[in-house]
């Protein structure tokens, strides 16, 4: 007898009959012999509709109240999922965050799980039932209810099936699984039957809304197997599991684009230590996540520095930036949010050389300009003009051959 | 410095600019120099928003689910309006039964509080918040969500107020106070300015729909004084308070009436002990609330036997009837839904006679007929064809001059 999380997102669960059709696959499941214990998010569009309610009574809601507001969303998919459960017939409890001991740290809106305390739940199940947990949330020391940020319930779901020594974490999605690229840019963007964790990071981080960033590292941390897989078919989706042997996975596993991002340049900064950190500190306190960070020497001591973060945060940036601008005697500082960020990302890469080099190359050859360049073990990005990035992610796509399967990848 | 329990029903808090409303009613109190705790319903048809969406999935769902669902109704309007004040400018935190320890027993949908840890509140009040709790839910202790039944708000408020030993309870509603009798019904009614507890209790139980009568034995038992008012204007609602020198009560305090009930006659019953027991236990396990009983001496040695129940629980009341018929060996039942109930209330009766008569005169006069009467020590109630229970109401408030403010009753 296995012992199965599944992890439904908002849309499967979005509408009456979806939870009965959610709840058809997970009596399958048991009746296959399985343990199965259940993690959704909260009915698709709700979480939307209690932000408008917050925002109509205040324009900056209080942290702490809003995760006490957008908490009751899961609660109401959790109970009709159990109800829906128990009218085909089966066994079902549903519980919340504070019931089944889910303890984060306190940064409310964007919570830690710091421990999962699974006895509820194993007692639960050995009764029989199938075990509905409310994703996303959880509660602080204080007895304060936290949420994990967007996405939050796939960390609630391997963070379940961590704490319960789980067999399997099926993360059920409107998608089949992970892709080369994405489907809607790139024609013939292949699924992928395995991804290793790391690879998961990267594409999870750059873009790629298949699964939150937090959840993956937790798989990784705690050496969960997870199975991205739609809940709209019976198809078999990817797996992501730890590295296998690196040497016969392929260098390049996929093609990642997002146009979600601006680049801010500080130009004339004086070049001298400490500014930077004087810079960062304040872009850290307001919030604000920084993804590239360049520096390059300018001319006569001075330097320029650039970086992107979400065009969505660029309004709050710049309120920040205007006192750093004075503080650090910077010359003039310029937002571009007409960018688009292309990465391409595998494991190989490690033992490979060349890979960034041929990257390049093939955007020389498409006349495609790059305004940025990061790198990871495992990763290149380049920032282009936004109006470029499906070209460049379809050029890289062909380039790398990622539309063949590769026989190898099954020993990863 | 007082400290004040308001509670706010649903109507009041069933859109964000009435949430703002309410919290600059609340403010002002705080600014009158008063500790404020507030307790609050859920957004006018969320309740029934939630209850629709459970029969989509379950047409039975399980109670304990439902109290799952249902309680997220009042996390939404607390937390919305911690957020609200907090715009306005005032410091203001939200909790659930959960957080402040609002302990009940297991009975789910229709749970009864136990205990109340007031530490929590006590604790942010003193940190100058003004502090919001969800009304109507509360926990067990095996820590599952619980709620108290439809008006359970009042309740919740009540017993906050006797647990932190509150110096009022305001409960906000859509209407002025209690009345002499349903405005809708006798144009002239008049608005009671004090209205001792017993007399609120049996006008609660009767179909005033003011208050839930569980949240007045309460106030009873632990001493709380009411306050019922409206939160659409500034008016002085109705006080209910402990019963004062009941010889200066008015005989008559008002009249109500409620038409959801239906009449039950089970003809022909064998007269012998235990009969009663029998049909009345199944009815019991079956859950449904008994109102008024008769019962008679027929002919040959077998009685007839009859009870008012809620009209919505008559086709459930059919099923379990149907095996007790033949156990009991009824020659028949017969079901009446055509009735009103009409009742007088004053704990001024206790002292004063002839008051069931008066009331049987006037309906006489009107040539109302009488199907059922029942009485307490300070109630008369008669069961008449339902289209003449306005007519009944009218001619009781005439009668018992209750259009008149009575100037001792200032002295209660």
């Given at each position: 007898?296995?012992?199965?999380?599944?992890?439904?997102?908002?849309?499967?669960?979005?509408?009456?009959?979806?939870?009965?059709?959610?709840?058809?696959?997970?009596?399958?499941?048991?009746?296959?012999?399985?343990?199965?214990?259940?993690?959704?998010?909260?009915?698709?569009?709700?979480?939307?509709?209690?932000?408008?309610?917050?925002?109509?009574?205040?324009?900056?809601?209080?942290?702490?109240?809003?995760?006490?507001?957008?908490?009751?969303?899961?609660?109401?998919?959790?109970?009709?999922?159990?109800?829906?459960?128990?009218?085909?017939?089966?066994?079902?409890?549903?519980?919340?965050?504070?019931?089944?001991?889910?303890?984060?740290?306190?940064?409310h809106t964007k919570a830690k799980i710091l421990n999962i305390n699974g006895d509820r739940i194993k007692k639960s199940l050995k009764k029989g039932n199938v075990v509905i947990v409310t994703g996303f949330q959880g509660r602080d020391e204080d007895d304060n209810i936290t949420t994990l940020g967007r996405g939050g319930s796939d960390t609630s779901a391997v963070a379940i099936a961590a704490a319960l020594l789980a067999d399997e974490c099926e993360i059920y999605t409107d998608v089949d699984g992970v892709y080369t690229a994405d489907p809607r840019i790139v024609k013939n963007a292949r699924k992928l039957s395995k991804i290793a964790c790391d690879e998961m990071l990267e594409l999870a981080s750059l873009g790629a809304k298949v699964m939150q960033s937090r959840s993956i590292e937790f798989a990784k941390k705690f050496g969960v197997t997870i199975h991205v897989r739609s809940s709209f078919n019976n198809k078999i989706g990817t797996i992501i599991t730890e590295e296998g042997d690196e040497m016969e996975a392929p260098v390049v596993r996929g093609v990642t684009s997002t146009i979600s991002e601006a680049k801010v340049t500080i130009i004339g900064v004086p070049d001298k230590p400490g500014i930077a950190a004087e810079i960062f500190r304040e872009i850290s306190e307001a919030n604000i996540n920084i993804d590239m960070i360049i520096q390059n020497v300018g001319e006569q001591g001075t330097t320029d520095l650039s970086f992107t973060v979400e065009a969505a945060d660029l309004d709050r940036l710049k309120d920040v930036m205007k006192p750093v601008e004075k503080n650090v005697s910077a010359k003039k500082i310029t937002y571009d949010s007409d960018i688009g960020k292309v990465s391409i990302v595998g494991v190989g890469m490690k033992s490979h050389s060349g890979i960034a080099y041929k990257m390049f190359k093939v955007l020389a050859e498409k006349k495609i300009n790059i305004k940025m360049i990061s790198t990871s073990e495992i990763r290149v990005s380049v920032v282009v003009e936004q109006e470029k990035a499906a070209e460049a992610v379809n050029a890289l796509h062909e380039a790398f051959e990622l539309d063949k399967e590769i026989i190898y990848e099954a020993k990863l």
């Open positions: 007898m296995a012992l199965i999380v599944q992890k439904y997102g908002g849309t499967s669960v979005g509408s009456p009959d979806r939870i009965l059709n959610v709840a058809k696959r997970i009596i399958a499941s048991k009746e296959a012999g399985n343990q199965v214990v259940v993690v959704v998010s909260a009915m698709g569009g709700a979480t939307d509709g209690l932000i408008d309610l917050a925002k109509k009574v205040n324009k900056r809601p209080n942290e702490r109240e809003m995760d006490m507001l957008l908490s009751t969303g899961e609660q109401v998919s959790a109970s009709l999922l159990a109800m829906a459960i128990e009218a085909l017939g089966h066994k079902a409890i549903s519980f919340n965050g504070f019931q089944v001991g889910i303890l984060t740290d306190s940064s």
